[in-house]
């Protein structure tokens, strides 16, 4: 069931965060980024969470902007580092280990009148086929869209899902 959910996410990546006409807008949602094991950069995950996630990966979530002037949508602010996140959780026979780490994203995106929750760095200790979406919901409380796309994350932003909004000017390149 949550892989028929979830794999709505990569369709839903794709089409409901649509280009905006103008580069004075674009959308802030939630970016998800990857890094294999021992990587030390982020990647931005060209599917939807729906997919096996390797022992010793490290899963990235941030809150983030992109537009037609920003296309690229920013990574967690954090390296992805597994040994700190998930360097004192002993290995289990049969499961995996993942680290996860979610940026709630700069202040400039945070919705009117909410506070920007901190820095989450979480190791999640997996079945051997959990998919990156079973990880995330053992790190954290998800609130998804009928589709699958992630809304939320432990509460933020409380109600908004792939919002609108003016291109901020920290964001625009120089």
Do not use: H
Not at 24 to 41: L, S, V
Not at 67 to 78: G, I, L, Q
């Amino acid at each position: 069931m949550k892989f028929k959910i979830f794999f709505a996410v990569l369709i839903a990546t794709s089409l409901s965060i649509p280009t905006s006409n103008a580069a004075e807008t674009g959308w802030r949602y939630w970016g998800y980024f990857q890094a294999a094991p021992g990587a030390t950069k982020w990647t931005p995950a060209m599917t939807g969470p729906t997919v096996n996630v390797a022992d010793g990966a490290v899963e990235g979530w941030a809150f983030t902007f992109s537009s037609d002037a920003v296309p690229d949508a920013k990574a967690p602010k954090v390296a992805p580092s597994f040994s700190s996140i998930c360097g004192k959780t002993k290995a289990v026979a049969g499961k995996k280990r993942v680290a996860v780490m979610v940026d709630f994203g700069s202040a400039v995106l945070r919705p009117k009148g909410e506070t920007t929750p901190r820095l989450i760095q979480k190791c999640v200790v997996a079945d051997k086929s959990a998919l990156g979406i079973d990880v995330l919901g053992a790190a954290v409380k998800v609130r998804a869209e009928g589709s699958g796309f992630i809304c939320g994350i432990n509460g933020y932003p409380a109600k908004e899902c792939g919002v609108e909004m003016k291109t901020p000017k920290d964001y625009l390149k120089k």
